[in-house]
């Protein structure tokens, strides 16, 4: 009988050293130049810092900080909800419910938001007689109602196309597999496909959050005073340029804020996915 073989343990080799590549040099590079950017963005914040100017101005900031908030909140609750019927229509087989779903988002998706909101609070303004004989008029009147009118419908447009992403990504053996235990199609849907499809469109639906947040500075030109509306305020009783930086940094800090947020909600309904 042969002896055994034996096996002899090796060391792993030692990884090769990194050159300097020309990649790497533009990374850091770019990275010094951003960091540069950043040191003179806080010495410049810091040298012109006035108490005098945050005592006088900063309750405006805020104020126009929670309509950004509560403006966004709505549109994208009532876009989220739209979106469904919209993105069922763009998945039905029907030819007429499927082109008019398809018509609504190619339109709300392929036009700038700012031409959106203009149609609603301009457009319809010019119809103030016929939505006074239905008694609309009272909401299409305030710029505040058009805003969240026009956002809503343009965020439920990208909302159902996402949707429609996220549930065509589920596997169709699932529908089959419910399908031979006798579940219904909208006990399947609700229950199998829907969440997974929601933790699928997780991370994109975060970033149309983070779109929606700094496209709702456009309303300060229909008369909203959200935090851009009321930074164009501060500037033009101060004259001082700071008050976008201000602004810039609080948009920051929403959007940094919301990553945050999303990634810890995406850790949280995942870990069932991780080995």
């Not at 090796?10 to 540069?36: E, F, K, Q």
């Not at 969240?148 to 196309?161: N, P, V």
């Not at 053996?173 to 699928?200: H, Y």
Request: with cysteine.
């Amino acid at each position: 009988m042969p002896p055994a073989l034996s096996i002899e343990a090796r060391p792993a080799p030692a990884p090769a050293p990194r050159g300097w590549s020309i990649a790497r040099l533009g990374g850091y590079a770019v990275a010094a130049v951003w960091l540069g950017l950043l040191a003179l963005l806080v010495f410049y914040l810091v040298s012109v810092f006035s108490p005098e100017f945050m005592t006088r101005y900063g309750p405006r900031y805020l104020d126009g900080l929670w309509t950004t908030l509560l403006l966004v909140g709505i549109s994208v609750t009532i876009g989220g909800l739209l979106s469904l019927p919209l993105a069922l229509a763009r998945l039905s087989g029907n030819p007429i419910l499927n082109g008019a779903a398809l018509l609504y988002t190619t339109f709300f998706r392929g036009t700038p938001l700012i031409a959106q909101t203009f149609l609603v609070y301009y457009g319809l303004g010019a119809l103030n007689a016929e939505l006074k004989s239905i008694g609309l008029w009272w909401f299409f009147r305030e710029a505040w109602y058009c805003a969240i009118f026009a956002f809503s419908l343009h965020t439920a447009a990208y909302q159902a196309e996402i949707l429609r992403g996220a549930i065509r990504t589920v596997p169709s053996g699932q529908r089959e597999a419910a399908k031979t235990m006798g579940l219904s199609r909208w006990i399947t849907f609700r229950k199998i496909i829907l969440p997974q499809a929601l933790i699928v469109a997780l991370r994109p639906y975060g970033n149309e959050i983070v779109l929606m947040i700094k496209a709702s500075a456009i309303v300060a030109v229909i008369t909203v005073y959200d935090l851009m509306g009321q930074t164009r305020f501060v500037f033009s009783r101060s004259f001082d340029f700071q008050a976008y930086l201000w602004a810039a940094l609080l948009y920051l800090a929403i959007v940094e804020v919301l990553r945050r947020i999303w990634d810890v909600l995406e850790e949280r309904l995942t870990r069932h996915l991780k080995r």
